[in-house]
T-cell receptor, first 114, second 117 residues
Framework: AQSVTQLGSHVSVSEGALVLLRCNYS??????LFWYVQYPNQGLQLLLK??????LVKGINGFEAEFKKSETSFHLTKPSAHMSDAAEYFC????????????FGKGTTLSVSS | DAGVIQSPRHEVTEMGQEVTLRCKPI?????LFWYRQTMMRGLELLIY????????DSGMPEDRFSAKMPNASFSTLKIQPSEPRDSAVYFC???????????????FGAGSRLTVL
């Protein structure tokens, strides 16, 4: 079965510092991987996706993620954190090759201090 | 497009009562998903539909939970009878489907926060 593990339920950075949110996946089919962001009292919004094309994926708001098959990882990074980046971030993998559902990790809350 | 629309946004009810959550997917989207979010378990997939047909309901926790999609523009998630442990945020999401996008990008609604007393 497919699964994702997000390392660290809470990450704190200073404004302007590097953001690194970790995600490792397990998949028996070629993985499609996603990062979503959730702001308080809102639904999830897509940040970026990997679908077997370029291994370095650029998303919205300056975020990017690199697919590393050898490490089964899909870590999310941003060179310089902004206060508005404070939110909860979810990594997800498609549930199976034929289906359309996503399996989500437990989430990582990002705090940004001034 | 108005996005995925869920109602009610908040529901407070007493144990034993029936709860019905509603969802209107984005027009033209072929797939619809119901997720539940709790602090303890994170985001759990409850059930999903393709072209109004339930594909996988293995995530539905108990027989007290049921979901329907009578047409392409409406779905309901019903809990009867409700229990305090059902308290959570329930999200509906829709997607255009693999045939259209090649990778299934889900668009989420704002969620329905359920509190069962």
């Amino acid at each position: 079965a497919q699964s994702v593990t997000q390392l660290g339920s809470h990450v704190s950075v200073s404004e302007g510092a590097l953001v690194l949110l970790r995600c490792n996946y397990s998949s028996s089919v070629p993985p499609y991987l996603f990062w979503y962001v959730q702001y308080p009292n809102q639904g999830l919004q897509l940040l970026l996706k990997y679908t077997s094309a370029a291994t370095l994926v650029k998303g919205i708001n300056g975020f990017e993620a690199e697919f590393k098959k050898s490490e089964t990882s899909f870590h999310l990074t941003k060179p310089s954190a902004h206060m508005s980046d404070a939110a909860e971030y979810f990594c997800a993998v498609r549930a199976n090759q034929a289906g359309t559902a996503l399996i989500f990790g437990k989430g990582t809350t990002l705090s940004v201090s001034s | 497009d108005a996005g995925v629309i869920q109602s009610p946004r908040h529901e407070v009810t007493e144990m034993g009562q029936e709860v019905t959550l509603r969802c209107k997917p984005i027009s033209g989207h072929n797939s619809l998903f119901w997720y539940r979010q709790t602090m303890m378990r994170g985001l759990e997939l409850l059930i999903y539909f393709n072209n109004n047909v339930p594909i996988d309901d293995s995530g539905m926790p108990e027989d007290r939970f049921s979901a329907k999609m009578p047409n392409a523009s409406f779905s309901t998630l019903k809990i009867q009878p409700s229990e305090p442990r059902d308290s959570a945020v329930y999200f509906c999401a829709s997607s255009p489907g693999l045939a259209v996008s090649g990778a299934n990008v889900l668009t989420f609604g704002a969620g329905s926060r359920l509190t069962v007393l």
